[in-house]
């Protein structure tokens, strides 16, 4: 069926006017057809014998299709696909998307700028107020919050008590020697996460004592045969972790609008390092054995004074830990690091008389541990929960070793 | 005035040798024209086709009174126009038939061969937009001092159209180098040219408005094609100014690939392609004169056979590659429009 | 260095080409006795004889297809179309021949030519000789387009355009033809697909071309003396090619755009612009990128009804003051 027009795509055979087994000379009339805009008359381009015929007369085939076949004729081409080079120049130049959605989970739009500051910058949009129009978040308002502390954010109507400004807390000290501190980008960003985590988490505390003389005799053992020396921190981070495992709804964070329940425990270690603080992850730490765990923290430790860790290496995990026991503090509440769900302050372990089973006074190596929890993820019987399960984890630590 | 188509006299003003040429190039634009409506058949040659069948004797008559240096313009109706200009045929077939060995590597088609080595300077798809163009080629020869002639075919449609007349307009004015040929196959596309026409020669009837003398030939006889061919060039090449020339011709297929020209009257196309057609008057002609049959056999064999060949290649050629879509948009050879 | 007007810069931009090189030709309609309709070519028919710088019929398409002709054999000639409107009578060697003779041709076909020709309005000519239609000829692939701002761009821009290989419309503007710039002595040539900075600032980037851009220079020093806006004017000349460097350079800076155009809105010169600024270098804006353009009306002749279309200071001054949120 030949091409008849640009935008024809198929034809009917009107009239064959050779049969099967007639002899063809090219050019003689084989059959008419007739599309949508015309009717011509199809002559044979080969000489041989018309073998056979595939659309009849009056039937519709699409142009291309083979209509009959002359015997001794007929031609078949195959045609090579092309190969595709690419010229060098390039008209259009999308870049990638990587900065985010232009409206927030709580509903605040944000210019494209304002996205990709705050996102090399490492600015929480959720926690900003935009100065444009609907509360729309524009670029300075991510370079307000990447400074000094920016103005607070509420979720509530009533504005926030307004801290002093710089110039008053240095007119106020004026008559008085001070040196001048100007702040760096850590302590900045410890101001201003701290902060945030104190005037927008409902923190609640629960302490309880952990005994430590089994753990301790068992570390004494275990020291003795493992070339590096486990820490009580070690035990602490694993045990834990295992406490939230097995109090999964406190493995979590609360994410605005939803809650984030993880399946591994990845347990931030606070970690001081000269002029601040730094919080490096350990990744599952519930499945990691106690030499690794302890391998791993000094590692961490080392880079983080160093302040050679990577981002991913201090970013994550539900739930952190504080130790500051070997600074001889009893007993403290931690600030939790948001985005996290909890912390748990260790103290430092001291001998304590204690009643006995049979009602002498006796004396323990105990610590007074306290965890911080965040209200809108942790309540209060999960965060009993949690503890009790540490202590258990710590009084009988034996499973800690498997 | 008009000349009244001239019978072929006495040929003696042309050599055998000549004879024996424009009768090879008329063979060879009948046979690869009809190569070319086979191939379309068998849906090698996509798109749209304009044939020539049936003119053959306008375009080798011109063709041959030419020298090499000079210049020809056609329309979309090129096929004949461009071979006989020497341009070999497997490279037009291949252009036709969208291969990499075509002449424009299939990026113009049918209706835009051109061969700037042989003179074809384009065959144009805008009716008329090439007369004003012709004129620029023939500026630059006056200009420069050259020799050269420019040649500008078009059809009798063309006459109609506001290019036609501001390229005569100028030419005449400017006194340019130009021979102008309109080829009368009594159709603009689909509908007789007097029914769409105010005067009834649609190009030699407008030769007076532009001072020039009104011309008309029989184009289906090569020898009186080729005679008025050579005094235009002359008249042209000496500073005489332009020509209009208007030559009777008759196509034997549709305007293009779409029509089957089923608006002609019957028997018109039985007469043309009888008593009309220039390949079998020339023939009759060059054996009264003397010529052997077995001449004219072996011509036309060797004719046949270099179709078969030609068509043998473009069938084994492939197709261009992707990488041509984006040449040649700009003299640095591509297409960056920005930094 | 001289102090030349605009149309006293076009002679001088044709003069220094076609001494240069003597297949240099000229052609249009009362170019040579008449020195132009618009003064713009006075004295090259003195110069240059009557040879070079030629006198046409009312033929647009001959003009431009003889020009076609002459450029695809061997001169380099430059036609005038005498109004930019005019460009629609001859649309078919602007969309149809030249721009696409040396691609269907597989290179063989070249057509180094340039077409001037008086553009935009403010000369109170009406709707069919007041038009600004650059973006009909930047939307055809296989086009150069040229629209300078000053005399000295004039020169420059006229020299690399006949220079360059490939069919330039070179676009002058018909307010300008009247005014002073310094023009540098000796032989000036200027590069096309270069968008030049002609005002450097903080808060915002302004794209102009042609009359615009003085139109944007002057608003932008009354944004910064009355409103403390402080806008980098980018004076884009070269509409093909394209400095999208510069342009996307200015935006990446300041963070906001705009654009000033003549033409009527859709389809305008600053649409595409626009785009590809939305698509890379998004993530540059702190706010939507605005265009000020004529409203898409035809043209009207009375002086108080084309100064209230086309884009005027005050509205320049006022579109930005109001979107910088001041």
């Known amino acids: ?402 | 005035m008009a000349s009244r188509p001239t019978k072929a006299a006495v040929i003696d003003d042309i050599s055998t040798e000549l004879r024996l040429r424009m009768y090879r190039v008329q063979f060879e634009l009948r046979e690869c024209e009809q190569r070319a409506y086979d191939l379309f058949l068998q849906n090698l040659v996509k798109g749209t086709s304009h044939l020539s069948l049936g003119q053959e004797a306008v375009a080798a008559g011109f063709a041959s009174a030419m020298e090499p240096g000079d210049l020809t313009f056609c329309t979309y109706r090129g096929h004949a126009h461009t071979l006989a200009r020497g341009v070999p045929m497997d490279k037009v077939l291949g252009e036709l038939m969208g291969r990499d060995n075509g002449l424009l590597r299939g990026k113009g088609g049918s209706m835009h061969l051109t061969s700037v080595d042989h003179g074809v300077m384009g065959s144009y798809a805008i009716v008329g937009a090439h007369i004003p163009i012709a004129c620029g080629a023939a500026w630059r020869a006056q200009y420069k001092g050259a020799k050269d002639v420019t040649v500008c075919f078009f059809g009798d449609g063309t006459t109609n159209i506001g290019a036609f007349h501001e390229g005569l307009n100028l030419a005449v004015i400017w006194k340019l180098p130009v021979v102008f040929v309109c080829e009368n196959n009594l159709y603009m596309e689909y509908t007789p040219i007097g029914d769409v026409t105010a005067v009834a020669d649609p190009a030699a009837g407008r030769a007076s408005a532009y001072g020039l003398e009104s011309i008309v030939v029989d184009g289906q006889d090569v020898d009186v094609v080729y005679r008025t061919a050579r005094a235009a060039y002359d008249k042209a090449r000496s500073g005489g100014g332009p020509s209009l020339i208007e030559c009777r011709t008759y196509r034997y297929s549709g305007h293009s690939r779409a029509d089957p020209a089923k608006y002609r009257p019957e028997g018109e196309l039985d007469f043309w392609r009888g008593k009309r057609d220039p390949i079998r008057i020339y023939r009759e002609r060059l054996l009264a004169s003397g010529i052997d049959e077995s001449t004219l056999a072996e011509i036309e064999d060797v004719v046949h056979r270099r179709v078969d060949e030609a068509t043998e290649i473009c069938k084994a050629a492939l197709p261009p590659s992707a990488d041509l879509l984006y040449t040649d948009v700009y003299a640095d050879g591509g297409w960056a429009w920005r930094n | 260095m001289a102090e030349l007007t605009y149309r006293d810069a076009v002679a001088r931009g044709i003069a220094q080409e076609m001494e240069r090189d003597p297949d240099v030709v000229f052609l249009g309609e009362d170019i040579a006795k008449a020195g132009g309709v618009f003064k713009s070519t006075v004295g090259l028919l003195d110069k240059f004889g009557p040879l070079r710088v030629r006198d046409t019929p009312i033929s647009e398409q001959a003009i431009l297809g003889a020009a076609m002709g002459a450029a695809m054999t061997g001169l380099k000639p430059i036609a005038e179309i005498m109004f930019s409107d005019f460009i629609a009578v001859c649309f078919d060697y602007f969309a149809n021949q030249m721009a696409k003779s040396r691609y269907m041709t597989n290179g063989q076909v070249k057509c180094p030519l340039v077409v001037r020709t008086a553009n935009g309005g403010g000369v109170r000519f009406g709707a069919q000789h007041s038009q600004s239609v650059e973006n009909w000829c930047m939307m055809i692939p296989g086009l150069k387009v040229v629209a300078p701002s000053s005399p000295a761009d004039v020169v420059g821009l006229l020299a690399a355009s006949v220079r360059d290989p490939d069919p330039v419309i070179f676009f002058e503007h018909k307010s300008l033809y009247p005014v002073k710039g310094e023009v540098p002595d000796g032989e000036i040539v200027d590069e096309l697909g270069v968008a030049k900075i002609v005002r450097p600032g903080r808060d915002a980037t302004i794209l102009a071309l042609a009359l615009m851009v003085p139109r944007a220079v002057a608003a932008a020093d009354k944004l910064r003396a009355e409103y403390g806006i402080d806008c980098e004017v980018v004076d884009v000349r070269s509409l093909v090619p394209l400095d999208t460097q510069t342009i996307l350079g200015s935006v990446a800076r300041t963070h906001s755009v705009f654009t000033v155009e003549e033409n009527p809105r859709l389809c305008g010169w600053g649409a595409e612009l626009v785009s590809i600024i939305a698509d890379e270098a998004f993530y540059d804006l702190d706010g939507p990128p605005v265009r000020i353009t004529t409203p898409h009306i035809p043209l009207p002749a009375t002086d108080v009804l084309e100064d209230k279309a086309m884009p005027s200071v005050d509205r320049i001054v006022e579109t930005i003051r109001r979107a910088m949120g001041s």
């Open chain 1, 1 to 402: 069926m030949p091409q008849l027009g640009e935008t024809v795509t198929e034809g009917k055979i009107t009239v064959w006017f050779k049969s099967v087994g007639d002899a063809v000379q090219p050019g003689e009339n084989l059959f008419e057809i007739e599309t949508d805009k015309t009717s011509m008359e199809v002559p044979a381009t080969t000489a041989g014998t018309l073998a056979e015929i595939r659309v009849r007369q009056g039937e519709v085939a699409p142009v291309s299709a083979v209509v009959a076949v002359i015997a001794d004729g007929g031609i078949s081409i195959s045609v090579a696909r092309p190969s595709v080079r690419l010229e060098g120049f390039r008209e259009v130049r999308t870049p990638d998307r990587r900065y985010g959605p232009a409206k927030l989970s709580n509903g605040v739009t944000v210019s494209p700028l304002a996205r990709r500051m705050a996102v090399e910058a490492g600015v929480d949009l959720t926690r900003l107020k935009g100065s444009g129009p609907h509360g729309r978040i524009h670029a300075h308002d991510v370079k307000a919050a990447m400074t000094a502390a920016p103005a607070p954010v509420t979720m509530s109507a009533p504005a926030a008590i307004q801290a002093p400004g710089s110039d008053a807390v240095r007119s106020l000290y004026k008559e008085v020697p001070f040196e001048e501190i100007p702040l760096d980008a850590m302590r900045r960003t410890i101001a201003r996460r701290l902060m945030e985590a104190k005037q927008t988490i409902p923190h609640f505390y629960v302490s309880t004592d952990v005994a430590l003389d089994r753990l301790l005799a068992l570390r004494e053992g275990a020291n003795l045969a493992l070339a590096a020396k486990l820490s009580i921190n070690d035990f602490a981070i694993k045990a834990f972790a295992l406490a939230l495992k097995s109090v999964p709804s406190a493995n979590a964070v609360w994410a605005g609008d939803s809650i984030l329940r993880f399946k591994h425990a990845d347990i931030g270690v606070a970690v001081a390092i000269e002029g601040g603080l730094l919080t490096p992850v350990i990744r599952k730490a519930e499945s990691k054995s106690l030499a690794a765990i302890s391998a791993e923290m000094k590692d961490l430790a080392t880079r983080a004074r160093e302040r050679r860790l990577q981002p991913q290496e201090y970013q994550g995990g539900a739930a952190s830990i504080s130790n500051l026991g070997m600074h001889g503090v009893r007993e403290f509440a931690a600030i939790i690091n948001p985005p996290q769900s909890s912390i748990l302050a260790i103290g430092a372990a001291q001998r304590c008389p204690t009643e006995g089973s049979n009602g002498a006074i006796h004396f323990v190596t105990q610590m007074t541990v306290t965890l911080s929890c965040d209200h809108r993820v942790v309540d209060g019987v999960l965060g009993a929960q949690v503890l009790a399960a540490f202590k258990g984890a710590m009084e009988e630590p034996a499973p800690l070793f498997a």
